[in-house]
């Protein structure tokens, strides 16, 4: 059930948020980029996942979605007039690496340096992601994430990209939530590459903490002043009653859902003492891999849409706990049947700023789904207006509490493939009409707009004081 819910009363300006807080908008390649066979790009995973009938809704697929790959300069203008400076995109590893390693596609070099370039002509600062979760499909014929191999072949893409593009994008994060790529790939198997089961899921997880650190470490190494994020997916765990039963259930669900990659990157190990099946993932493990784990990341991207409320289970092997549905909870709801929850992020911002180690915090991701209609070329999309809004006063409380968070992107910039759920979850800013690709702004990303406007002039206001000669 969708709720529509009340226009909040938001009075807050950006420069309330801190004078070098970053806003921007996050996006994913296989999501907007279409052009899957273009100009020698190999295949990825989502490429073959989406031609298995019945795996993703009404069989979508992102073939073309929203045709970045020929439009990202309509695009990226369209960001800019809408004051937004900063821009997270991912690379697809198949458009630079056709076969995962080896030989490079000069072409795919050439795209991501035409899109870099153009950020920068425009003045919006690029921020990449390494990994989106579009592994090369070669390389998931051998055992993809399961196979420890993994780390040298996603060493030779980072260095790669570190070499093409280090000279120009100093914003950089390793993997996007890998607790969702492992967990919906590779456990559950309702995202690429399908996989199922623990044999899976142990060694996968294993082999992106690895990842995560060696990209990091790379990078350091590799591309000159920086600034090396990874992002992670977290939502505030509530369990159903106080009995003792849920309150362990939930314990495991936060285990699982909010502390299992971060950990062991901070030197504390996998949290197996709250869920004893990852002592499993010793088997993979070599004498340096905890200190390999280890990376002190300059920031740590926040991803965060909603809570869940948890309660014990008999059914479910390993965790013994269950998700309550939202949908059987009667609150307002998103079109994920997500619960339209604000004070999570607060809750998420204080537990991953309470980690010593921790030194920056964006949100790298934070936006909604709703029943978006265009009616006379608009998009009148409150529900998502407000619930920015709400969900940026808690990011608001968390600051002025004394959190070190210091940026917000909106996932996400235009509608797109929205991964097993295809195209009906709208979350752009910018609506798609998927026959025509014409895009229209609609009323959120014009609150957006208006919001960062008042940046833009401060700032104006500012070079102008400056440029003033002094005499
Ligand atoms: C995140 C993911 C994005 C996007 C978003 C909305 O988990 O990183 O790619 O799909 O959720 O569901």
Same mark, same amino acid.
């Given at each position: 059930?969708?709720?529509?819910?009340?226009?909040? $009363?938001?009075?807050?300006?950006?420069?309330?948020?801190?004078?070098?807080?970053?806003?921007?908008?996050?996006?994913?390649?296989?999501?907007?980029?279409?052009?899957?066979?273009?100009?020698?790009?190999?295949?990825?995973?989502?490429?073959?996942? =989406?031609?298995?009938?019945?795996?993703?809704?009404?069989?979508?697929?992102?073939?073309?979605?929203?045709?970045?790959?020929? +439009?990202?300069?309509?695009?990226?203008?369209?960001?800019?007039?809408?004051?937004?400076?900063?821009?997270?995109?991912?690379?697809?590893?198949?458009?630079?690496? !056709?076969?995962?390693?080896?030989?490079?596609?000069?072409?795919?070099?050439?795209?991501?340096?035409?899109?870099?370039?153009?950020?920068?002509?425009?003045? =919006?600062?690029?921020?990449?992601?390494?990994?989106?979760?579009?592994?090369?499909?070669?390389?998931?014929?051998?055992?993809?994430?399961?196979?420890?191999?993994?780390?040298?072949?996603?060493?030779?893409?980072?260095?790669?990209?570190?070499?093409?593009?280090?000279?120009?994008?100093?914003?950089?994060?390793?993997? $996007?939530? !890998?607790? =969702?790529?492992?967990?919906?790939?590779?456990?559950?198997?309702?995202?690429?590459?399908? +996989?199922?089961?623990?044999?899976?899921?142990?060694?996968?997880?294993?082999?992106?903490?690895?990842?995560?650190?060696?990209?990091?470490?790379?990078?350091?190494?590799?591309?000159?002043?920086?600034?090396?994020?990874?992002?992670?997916?977290?939502?505030?765990?509530?369990?159903?009653?106080?009995?003792?039963?849920?309150?362990?259930?939930?314990?495991?669900?936060?285990?699982?859902?909010?502390?299992?990659?971060? @950990?062991? *990157?901070?030197?504390?190990?996998? !949290?197996?003492?709250?869920?004893?099946?990852?002592?499993?993932?010793? +088997?993979?493990?070599?004498?340096?891999?905890?200190?390999?784990?280890?990376?002190?990341?300059?920031?740590?991207?926040?991803?965060?849409?909603?809570?869940?409320?948890?309660?014990?289970?008999?059914?479910? &092997?390993?965790?013994?706990? +269950?998700?309550?549905?939202?949908?059987?909870?009667?609150?307002?709801?998103?079109?994920?049947?997500? @619960?339209?929850? &604000?004070? *999570?992020?607060?809750?998420?911002?204080?537990?991953?700023?309470?980690?010593?180690?921790?030194?920056?915090?964006?949100?790298?991701?934070?936006?909604?789904?709703?029943?978006?209609?265009?009616?006379?070329?608009?998009?009148?999309?409150?529900?998502?207006?407000?619930?920015?809004?709400?969900?940026?006063?808690?990011?608001?409380?968390?600051? *002025?509490?004394?959190?070190?968070?210091?940026?917000?992107? =909106?996932?996400?910039?235009?509608?797109?493939?929205?991964?097993?759920?295809?195209?009906?979850?709208?979350?752009?800013?910018?609506?798609?009409?998927?026959?025509?690709?014409?895009?229209?702004?609609?009323?959120?990303?014009?609150?957006?707009?208006?919001?960062?406007?008042?940046?833009?002039?401060?700032?104006?206001?500012?070079?102008?004081?400056?440029?003033?000669?002094?005499?």
């Amino acid at each position: 059930m969708t709720h529509t819910s009340e226009q909040s $009363n938001f009075d807050l300006q950006p420069e309330d948020f801190g004078e070098d807080f970053v806003w921007g908008v996050s996006t994913a390649a296989y999501q907007i980029e279409g052009a899957h066979e273009a100009h020698g790009k190999g295949i990825s995973i989502w490429d073959e996942f =989406v031609t298995k009938k019945g795996t993703i809704f009404e069989n979508q697929h992102g073939q073309i979605t929203c045709d970045f790959y020929n +439009k990202y300069k309509e695009d990226i203008l369209l960001m800019k007039s809408m004051n937004i400076d900063h821009f997270r995109f991912s690379l697809s590893w198949s458009r630079i690496l !056709p076969d995962g390693t080896g030989k490079v596609n000069p072409q795919g070099i050439a795209f991501y340096n035409d899109v870099i370039n153009f950020c920068l002509e425009c003045g =919006v600062t690029p921020w990449v992601t390494l990994y989106h979760w579009d592994l090369p499909q070669t390389l998931e014929d051998l055992g993809g994430w399961t196979n420890r191999k993994v780390l040298e072949w996603f060493e030779a893409y980072v260095k790669i990209c570190s070499k093409h593009f280090g000279d120009r994008v100093k914003h950089w994060m390793v993997l $996007n939530e !890998p607790m =969702v790529f492992t967990g919906a790939g590779y456990f559950l198997g309702v995202h690429a590459p399908g +996989k199922k089961g623990l044999r899976n899921f142990i060694p996968a997880i294993h082999h992106a903490v690895l990842c995560q650190a060696l990209g990091g470490r790379l990078l350091r190494k590799m591309v000159p002043g920086a600034i090396i994020g990874t992002t992670f997916s977290c939502s505030q765990i509530t369990p159903r009653s106080n009995s003792k039963k849920d309150l362990k259930a939930a314990d495991k669900a936060d285990t699982l859902l909010n502390r299992l990659f971060i @950990e062991p *990157s901070l030197g504390l190990g996998y !949290p197996d003492e709250s869920i004893p099946v990852l002592r499993k993932i010793k +088997k993979y493990e070599k004498p340096e891999d905890a200190q390999n784990s280890i990376f002190d990341f300059d920031f740590i991207g926040v991803q965060n849409y909603t809570r869940e409320v948890v309660r014990h289970s008999y059914t479910v &092997p390993y965790l013994r706990a +269950k998700i309550v549905k939202a949908s059987d909870r009667n609150v307002q709801t998103t079109l994920m049947d997500w @619960e339209v929850y &604000p004070p *999570s992020i607060y809750e998420m911002l204080k537990k991953f700023n309470a980690y010593e180690g921790v030194k920056k915090i964006l949100i790298t991701e934070n936006g909604a789904a709703f029943e978006d209609s265009l009616k006379d070329g608009k998009v009148n999309d409150l529900e998502r207006t407000s619930y920015i809004q709400n969900y940026l006063k808690q990011v608001h409380k968390a600051s *002025s509490e004394g959190v070190k968070v210091s940026g917000y992107f =909106v996932w996400t910039f235009t509608d797109n493939f929205e991964w097993a759920e295809g195209y009906y979850p709208r979350f752009g800013l910018v609506h798609i009409n998927f026959k025509t690709l014409k895009r229209t702004i609609k009323a959120s990303g014009k609150w957006y707009r208006d919001f960062l406007r008042k940046k833009e002039q401060k700032e104006v206001f500012k070079t102008k004081k400056t440029d003033v000669p002094i005499g």
